[in-house]
């Protein structure tokens, strides 16, 4: 059922399971209705919506949870399943002014060791009336090299209109996930799809019919706070999510689905759909309900405000740095993106000097960089706009890709070694080596770039390569038309396997169903590879 490292637990079957199983009476596939916080004023607080664990150090961690009403949560940790010597940490008030969610931040953790966890809501106005603690577990980061590290990405959850069908059994690839036991998550964007509405039956083109779990929240565009939020509940809805989230702890990364299909500051929206035009509007809603959602270590919630910023470092141990990218919230306005001279580009200026910094500073073997979209891959927004980052022109740097240009460049001329870049975004998986002796720019060091997705929406045809920066398509697996329903073809997570020893990076892109696609090794201490 999961892996067993030497010196490193793995977790009990009952221990994970129960942080999900906990609420199943009360919260099924189809149960939205059972969790609205005023049909049971008169019981104690219940936590049916799971647990779960983000930005997890050597010595820290976050615990999520939702309640169904006002409750102050507390948070117990302890080094065994039966919590003997447990340590009590008491967090926040959870209201209405954060959807009944809170986080508790854990700190002066045991490093390399399985922490089991249990969250408790009590009343605020009589804290003897509590409600059945719900449990998880998850792993802090090895402080000792040799004990290597594990972890799966992937993002793109449920998108394109197909949702929760309990036909299937959910989202299963979740459950695949949970059963490798990684150490951590890295979910690469596009959590929800905030401008997808579920219908609740679609027929696909041999004939079968694909049924959606339906909210009220996902029958239409999210617009208000509320909205958004019940687009981030509307994916807890999933038993395999919740298992999920109470073994494996979580880095999460958004994009643009989170608010709207390709949306950039200052857009204002010529779309029907929309009573709320101004996209600054909505992406402050959706960023509110983001951190209310998710255990970001620099997002904090709080009644009124979401404070904070998306990008940070994530250190796990001295195998591994985390550097989690924001594609979305300080790039310029979607364009044909020809233009000489771009100092904005997709990260903006104040995060790449960021990301410069980070990196030169960083002493971790491997240097991952998270992004929530690819490089050279050309994803178009309309007939003469550009999404993402590379243009079609295979030419020397113009418009985003002068800020990638000066990136590498750094990279190669401060001789930061390890660094690799992993994305999703595009609805099938790849592997793309970028290389200096095929490109256009020639001032950077080789690298690679890794794609798997989605894990639970619509696949898609690969996307055209720009040359620019001499990117060659080593693997691809992906649907021959658009849209293609979790029915017909398989969904895509990767995996990142970092030996202890000899400190080599193992990167495996899989299929649902168990299958590794490809795979390949990475040496440590290089520039370029």
């Known amino acids: 059922m999961s892996r067993s490292v030497p010196g490193r637990p793995s977790p009990a079957r009952r221990s994970v399971l129960r942080g999900s199983l906990a609420a199943s009476a009360a919260l099924t596939l189809g149960g939205a209705a059972a969790v609205a916080p005023a049909l049971a004023l008169s019981g104690r ?79 605020p106005d009589d804290p003897r009336r509590t409600g059945e603690p719900v449990v998880g577990t998850f792993r802090t980061a090895p402080a000792r090299r040799r004990d290597g590290v594990r972890f799966l990405w992937s993002g793109d959850i449920a998108g394109q209109g ?58 239409k565009v999210a617009e208000t706070l509320d909205e958004y939020r019940g687009n981030f509940r509307y994916n807890l809805l999933d038993h395999n999510v919740r298992a999920f989230n109470a073994q494996v702890p979580s880095i999460v990364q958004w994009d643009d689905h989170e608010v709207r299909n390709n949306w950039y500051p200052g857009q204002i929206l010529d779309d029907a759909r929309y009573t709320e035009k101004d996209v600054d509007v909505l ?26 910023r998306m990008h940070r470092v994530v250190r796990y141990g001295p195998l591994l ?71 079609g022109d295979p030419g020397a740097p113009l418009g985003r890709e002068l800020q990638i240009a000066e990136l590498l460049r750094f990279i190669k001329h401060r001789r930061i070694t390890g660094t690799l870049w992993l ?14 002796e095929r490109a256009a720019l020639q001032d950077f060091a080789p690298f690679w770039e890794f794609v798997s997705g989605p894990l639970a929406a619509g696949g898609f045809p690969a996307n055209k390569l720009d040359a620019t920066f001499g990117p060659e398509r080593v693997f691809v697996r992906a649907p021959e038309r658009a849209n293609v329903s979790p029915m017909e073809s398989p969904q895509y997570f990767g995996e990142v396997d970092i030996d202890g020893g000899s400190g080599e990076l193992t990167v495996r892109l899989r299929a649902e169903g168990g299958r590794v696609l490809f795979s390949k090794v990475l040496q440590p201490g290089r520039v370029g590879q």
């Open 283 to 308: 992406a402050a809603r959706a960023s509110r309900a983001f951190a209310e959602y998710f255990p970001v270590s620099t997002l904090h919630a709080r009644e009124g405000a979401a404070e904070g």
């Open 162 to 219: 197909w949702g929760i069908n309990p036909d299937i059994g959910g989202f299963r690839a979740y459950e695949e996930m949970r059963r490798l036991n990684p150490d951590f998550f890295l979910c690469s964007g596009d959590t929800i799809y905030a401008d997808g509405p579920l219908q609740p039956s679609v027929t696909l083109p041999d004939g079968r019919v694909w049924r959606n779990v339906t909210t009220p929240e996902k029958a």
């Open 45 to 123: 607080p219940r936590a049916v919506w799971g647990v779960q664990t983000g930005d997890v150090t050597a010595s820290s961690g976050l615990v999520w949870v939702r309640s169904d009403r006002p409750a102050r949560m507390i948070v117990e940790t302890s080094a065994s399943e039966s919590f003997r010597r447990a340590h009590r940490h008491l967090g926040p008030l959870l209201g209405a002014g954060t959807d009944f969610t809170g986080t508790t931040a854990l700190r002066g953790l045991p490093a390399g060791e399985q922490i089991h966890y249990r969250v408790t809501l009590a009343d």
């Open 423 to 436: 994305t999703a975004d595009v609805h099938y998986t790849s592997a793309q080596h970028y290389a200096p």
């Open 321 to 391: 740095d985390m550097f989690v990218l924001d594609m979305r919230s300080y790039r310029n306005a979607n364009s044909p993106g020809r233009q000489a001279d771009d100092t904005t580009g997709i990260l903006g200026a104040e995060q790449l000097a960021w990301l410069k910094w980070e990196l030169s500073r960083s002493r971790a073997v491997w240097k991952v960089l998270a992004a929530d979209m690819p490089l050279g891959l050309v994803v178009p927004d309309g007939s003469a706009n550009i999404e993402a980052i590379a243009q």
